[in-house]
């Protein structure tokens, strides 16, 4: 039995697999909210004592929201440490992995069905090309997926904590803003809950106190405000929120481009993470392509590469799986 984990800043997904063929069986899944638990070690106990898994574990492997290095990661937005290395010493039989949550999920794309991806362009994939995968959710994720021989081979990036680079007069006015409140504007601080969340309040023009927007209403909290302000945007009923979203979109398809030529993700490149099926309307619509296309002289190329957003929301989980049964 494998042990697998998505661990991020909002939510965990645990679950225990079957190891069959390349694309493990999930035999339980149970969602916990990461910031209830004060370490690693309390989260996963809960999950084993519910599913007394304990004694017939064979793999063991977490995605964690943060860098890695061996057995240990600092979590980008949970003030705790995540130590997997006394599991290994707890189960020395039975292999244990951590990686970074977008490394993990990376793992997922090569078993993903063709129900499970929501395609925007088909483009002309490449076989023997690299692909790459963002995600957007409490923070924003990058990773590459390098073609060796024919196989993926997964490596994790911090790429979402690199410099956002504004590309209109409303952008830059918008990173002027930040600038004044962060000191530095990383793709996190945009492209992210929390992001869509700065955007809100640059649209109505609130500044870092905040304020009141009629058509969703006071007192909202902020963990709930990026979800009302997508509901809002896609019905049409408050003009700024509707441009906060489109500011958004296009920001996650320039980001998404860069991302395709950093890597020459001509195999395809993946969007993950809760947000993007969330707005998957508005990612079908002209603007979010736009912008991925819009890097001249390498339109035309922009335009062969395949992209699709990944619609499981337990891509990770799976990643996670998959490394779990390979060890």
Not at 21 to 36: M, N
Not at 125 to 136: D, E, M, T, Y
Not at 169 to 184: H, M, N, Q
Not at 268 to 274: K, V
Request: net charge negative; proline share 6%.
């Amino acid at each position: 039995m494998l042990l697998a984990g998505d661990i991020g800043g909002t939510k965990t997904l645990l679950g225990l697999f079957e190891p069959t063929g390349d694309r493990p069986r999930s035999l339980v899944v149970r969602e916990y909210a990461t910031l209830d638990f004060d370490s690693l070690d309390e989260l996963i106990q809960v999950f084993l004592d519910d599913t007394r898994a304990e004694p017939h574990l064979r793999g063991f492997c977490l995605g964690v929201a943060g860098p890695v290095t061996g057995l240990v990661a600092r979590l980008t937005n949970v003030p705790w440490l995540a130590d997997a290395s006394g599991f290994a010493e707890r189960w020395p039989e039975c292999a244990v992995r951590l990686l970074n949550d977008l490394e993990a999920m990376a793992h997922a794309v090569p078993v993903l069905e063709p129900e499970e991806l929501a395609v925007l362009q088909a483009g002309v994939p490449v076989p023997s090309g690299n692909a790459a995968l963002i995600a957007a959710g409490t923070g924003l994720g990058e990773a590459l997926l390098h073609n060796v021989r024919g196989t993926f081979v997964p490596s994790a990036s911090e790429g979402g904590h690199a410099d956002f680079a504004a590309r209109t007069p409303r952008e830059l006015a918008f990173v002027d803003s930040l600038t004044g409140i962060f000191g530095r504007v990383d793709l996190d601080r945009v492209i992210s809950g929390p992001g869509l969340a700065h955007l809100f309040r640059f649209t109505h023009g609130f500044g870092a106190t905040g304020g009141t927007c009629r058509a969703i209403g006071p007192g909202i909290d902020n963990g709930e405000l990026p979800a009302a302000i997508s509901a809002t945007a896609l019905a049409g009923r408050c003009e700024q929120c509707v441009e906060a979203v489109d500011m958004f979109v296009e920001a996650y398809g320039a980001a998404a481009g860069n991302l395709a030529l950093r890597s020459m993700a001509t195999a395809g490149l993946y969007i993950g993470g809760g947000i993007a099926p969330k707005l998957l309307p508005m990612l079908e619509k002209g603007p979010f392509l736009d912008a991925f296309r819009a890097k001249d002289p390498l339109v035309d190329l922009l335009r062969t590469i395949p992209v699709s957003v990944i619609l499981n929301p337990a891509a990770g989980l799976l990643g996670a799986a998959v490394v779990a049964a390979e060890e």
